[in-house]
């Protein structure tokens, strides 16, 4: 069964919610111009907002954060993700030199060791180039959701909570509202999500999840609920508040 088969199921209000965010997409690109980007991790949630903001036709760059542990799937969806968009798609990836230094150091496997080494392999391989792409921008864009986890149950669709603004415009959807909109606009998805992988990162870090199972208990599943996250979306993180271009 496909993920489309198993989770598509519109809530009652999922018109409502859908012009909510592609009012919120459409004021963000006239309100923010050259300072806004799009944060797509080619999840389902990203995949959706990617389309969005090339249906719409606004003059949102998008770009994504290949870590040099995705899976190969996840690749192949970037690649056709490039080839389609009618938005720029740049990548970023680690500082190499600072990838092999640890890999050398620390290990491959690392990030089973401690929460410590898993967090400083995040910072390598995803903060540190997520500062460089959100340099000299005011504004980025994310798939945040409420319903993902209880870290993130308080997510606003605008979040001024920090200095760079951060738009989160499926933060009402559920995961039917999402699947119901990638069904009914054909969107591309990583087929992984097929394979019960609701939430996919770096692969050796993600697992697929069971029956009854949390959304995001494939992510680091053998650390402790509350330390899942890698810092893109924890506030008062280590990320740059601005960086000069």
Known sequence: MSAIDL??????TFAQKLAETEALL???AQDYTSRITLACSLGA?????ADLVNRLQLDIPIFVLETGQ????TLALLERLKASSRAPVEVFTPVNESVVEFVSREGKDAMYQSIALRKACCNIRKMEPLGRALAGKDTWITGLRREQSGARAEVPLIDRSEPRVKLNPLANWTWGDVWHYIADNKVDYNPLHDQFYPSIGCAPCTRAISLGEDFRAGRWWWEDEAAKECGLHVKSSSLPEKVSS
């Open 7 to 12: 989770n598509a199921r519109a809530s009652a």
């Open 26 to 28: 459409k004021q963000a």
């Open 45 to 49: 949630e990203d995949m959706v907002l």
């Open 70 to 73: 995705l899976h190969p799937e």
